[in-house]
């Protein structure tokens, strides 16, 4: 069941247009996914998912496809500028 929402989530958010003109290190999808494996991991706080990420890395690429993280103000850079509307969809 948890990997159908996962499915269902990241399918969603690889329709949400990448902002970024030129070819991005990190995918929009691969920073949005990660956000969601935070908060359903329970991570405390972003710096600590991105901490964890080396340990986790090949359970975070079988279970929600997340590639890499940028770092939390590569996080801040690449979010700010997503209208938050776009992600409405995905949890309705």
Known sequence: ???????????????????????????????????????????PSLLSFIDKFPTRKENLEQVYKITSVPSQQGFDKILDPVNPDALVDTFI
């Not at 990997?3 to 991005?24: A, F, G, M």
């Open 1 to 43: 069941m948890f990997d159908y929402l996962v499915n269902r989530v990241r399918k969603s958010i690889e329709q949400i247009p990448d902002h970024r003109p030129t070819t991005p290190t990190y995918s929009l999808a691969d920073v949005l996914m990660s956000g969601f494996a935070m908060f359903s991991l329970k991570d």
